[in-house]
């Protein structure tokens, strides 16, 4: 908007100012003193963490936009994925973070999901909990079993499995029936 800057007022509040005259009507961010801060109703809000304002959300503290954090935040017990201080509902699939891998749908973690997923790069993971695993052993999926190692689908694995104390063949990942 034209003219229009953040400005502290005698009550501490921070205000937006749009030709010298307070502007009650300015939401979303504003640059001031070389960052960016999000503004309801022409206030600057003291919030922390993921905050909704229109159809954007922002990671703030204290107001603040953090254009420094990548990662994931939490907000009413849910993770999301976070670049450069805004959610990233574009993100789809496994995302690596801080040493573990998870699955990731339209900028959610998806926590409820567990079994094989198939990740846009082709490869086949095992997920519990929305979070790629450890597992070796052998898993079913769309009605088929196949073998897993170290949280992957074993597709270049041919041999005899133990699981559950019986032997199976698999072939290229897959049991043989």
């Known amino acids: 908007m034209r003219g229009s800057h953040l400005q502290a ?3 501490g509040s921070f205000r937006v100012y749009t030709d010298g005259q307070p502007d009650t009507t300015y939401n979303g961010l504003i640059d001031f003193d070389g960052q960016s801060f999000l ?3 022409g206030v600057m809000v003291n919030k922390d ?5 229109g159809d954007q959300w922002y990671f703030l503290s204290g107001g603040r936009l953090v254009k420094e954090h990548t990662g994931f935040a939490l907000y009413d017990g849910e993770w999301f994925l976070v670049q450069n201080g805004m959610l990233d509902v574009g993100a789809n699939g496994i995302y690596n973070y801080d040493g573990g891998r998870f699955l990731i749908a339209a900028g959610r973690k998806v926590a409820e ?3 094989l997923w198939q990740n ?3 490869k086949w ?3 519990a909990e929305g979070q790629v695993v450890n597992y070796t ?3 079913m999926y769309d009605g088929a079993w ?6 992957e689908l074993a597709v270049n694995f041919s041999g005899e499995v133990l699981y559950d104390g019986q032997k199976f063949q698999v072939a290229n990942g897959m049991l043989v029936a």
């Open 125 to 127: 993971y095992y997920i």
């Open 49 to 53: 963490g993921l905050v909704l304002n």
């Open 113 to 115: 999901y567990s079994g």
């Open 9 to 11: 007022d005698p009550d």
């Open 137 to 139: 052993g052998l898993t």
């Open 120 to 122: 846009t790069d082709g």
């Open 146 to 151: 196949f073998y897993v190692q170290k949280g």
């Open 39 to 41: 503004v309801e109703n």
